[in-house]
């Protein structure tokens, strides 16, 4: 009996601070460009949700060839999907989908949002991660 009022706190505890980052993440999060779950809305907006997936993926893919990388012990070439060029393409669909909207050449849609969403935050994560290892070359150049 004690269990299930700790566990609906515990719930609505998350949501609070999903709305709370949602709020403070600079998410318009209107309810037209939202994704909504069992009635609630998500806490950012379908571009900003695809960002954040972006984000993810990049830094396990990241992660994942730095370790790779690591346990062989030598200079590999980097993958496409970790490129400069796969990063500025990957900013660039997104740009275009966020200006073709804002001009009014069309409207985008949820689903479009999400995915040109998950490009952007790939690319930006991606070029942080670039950046971080042309500064660890230089380091290394030295050593």
Not at 69 to 80: D, Q
Not at 94 to 113: C, F, H, L, Y
Request: proline share 3%; net charge positive; hydrophobic share 45%.
């Amino acid at each position: 009996m004690c269990v299930r009022p700790v566990a609906i706190d515990f719930k609505e505890s998350v949501l609070y601070a999903l709305r709370v980052a949602g709020n403070n993440s600079g998410c318009h999060q209107m309810p037209e460009r939202s994704f909504f779950y069992h009635g609630k809305q998500f806490p950012v907006c379908a571009r900003c949700t695809g960002a954040t997936i972006g984000q993810l993926l990049s830094i396990v893919t990241n992660v994942t060839w730095m370790i790779g990388l690591h346990k062989l012990g030598k200079e590999r070439k980097t993958p496409w999907f970790l490129s400069i060029w796969f990063t500025a393409v990957s900013l660039a669909v997104m740009g275009a989908d966020w200006s073709i909207q804002e001009v009014g050449i069309k409207e985008s849609t949820n689903p479009r949002r999400l995915v040109t969403g998950i490009f952007g935050g790939y690319g930006v994560f991606n070029s942080y991660f670039i950046i971080g290892r042309y500064i660890a070359a230089l380091f290394h150049k030295d050593s």
